[in-house]
């Protein structure tokens, strides 16, 4: 069987640039063959003479990568890509899926975990959400935008050659509170290093918190975001069931609002680090590497959550400490 295939979620705000950007990553000279996945589903009837009467689209471009352009069920367009690929009819080793505007991430994010068969073949490699800095906060003044920094494994930020220097700051600022987890990259009409987008592992279970996992402490703004980060760390090992009781109630009371969370942790008689996260309510955990001898053995993790259980978590994390 070969390895699965990663697969790259492209969301953002309405107007940001994430068809520059695609057209971009299509184009450029890579030598890999990446699908794309154009999510237009919608409930709204679509205009048939518009596209024909083919729910999902498949072309395949010069250089070989391939579009296809869905208007049904995301499921069934990944099935449907498998199934021309098993059959020889078209060929790729990685999938962008591109979300609307207006479009959660999440539930694309959780077809890779639910569907068994999908996970056989697919991977999630991470959330991408392009951030258009002339106008982000009109945008971030909608929930959904600011969601969808929450999920982002890495921000891109778009049309800084239109703010001046210091609004460029102020947002990166905003957007780390927002999301402690995720590095901030600046794309240039579209143009951004491939190394940026792919091969981001966000989904990983491993000691990795995130290359631009920020520790330092960011100061409060005027403006209450509703998603928001909080970052918890012990150098006193943590004891296991305690733990798991916690995160057990956590998810039940509040699963729906934690956007993505992520520990590397220190447990009591245990020489390996515990590795876990999650997205809402789904989440995984692993055993890591050991503990060096003469390493700090400390524990930290990361919520990002929407009107985030700030006093809830600090207190169940507390009592879990040995």
């Not at 947002?171 to 999301?179: F, K």
């Not at 090992?237 to 009781?245: C, F, N, V």
Request: aromatic content about 6%; overall charge negative; proline content about 3%.
């Amino acid at each position: 069987m070969s390895s699965p295939i990663p697969v790259t979620i492209l969301s953002g705000f309405l107007g940001a640039g994430k068809t520059t950007l695609l057209r971009h990553l299509l184009k450029a000279e890579h030598g890999l063959k990446i699908a794309v996945i154009e999510n237009e589903f919608s409930d709204a009837g679509i205009d048939t003479q518009l596209l024909g009467d083919e729910p999902v689209q498949v072309m395949t471009l010069a250089n070989g990568c391939v579009c296809c352009t869905i208007h049904t069920d995301l499921t069934k367009a990944l099935y449907l890509l498998l199934e021309r690929l098993d059959s020889g009819e078209i060929a790729f080793d990685r999938l962008v899926i591109e979300c609307t505007g207006l479009a959660d991430p999440a539930p694309v994010a959780q077809t890779f975990f639910i569907d068994e068969d999908l996970r056989k073949r697919y991977i999630l490699d991470g959330i991408l959400t392009l951030v258009d800095a002339a106008h982000a906060e009109i945008h971030l003044t909608q929930a959904i935008a600011q969601a969808q920094v929450g999920f982002a494994d890495r921000l891109l930020l778009s049309k800084t050659d239109l703010v001046d220097a210091a609004h460029v700051q102020a947002l990166s600022e905003r957007l780390t509170r927002i999301n402690r987890r995720a590095p901030i990259r600046v794309v240039e009409h579209g143009k951004i290093d491939l190394a940026e987008l792919l091969d981001i592992r966000g989904f990983n279970l491993n000691a990795d918190l995130g290359a631009g996992f920020s520790l330092r402490p960011v100061g409060k703004a005027s403006t209450a975001d509703r998603i928001s980060s909080l970052v918890l760390r012990t150098d006193k090992p943590l004891d296991i069931d305690k733990l798991s009781e916690f995160m057990n109630q956590l998810l039940e009371e509040h699963g729906k609002q934690l956007l993505r969370y992520k520990g590397v942790l220190n447990i009591a008689g245990e020489s390996r680090r515990l590795v876990f996260q999650g997205v809402l309510k789904l989440y995984g955990f692993d055993w890591d590497t050991e503990w060096a001898p003469d390493e700090a053995r400390e524990s930290v993790i990361v919520f990002i959550a929407d009107e985030l259980p700030e006093e809830k978590i600090r207190a169940g994390f507390e009592a879990a400490l040995l």
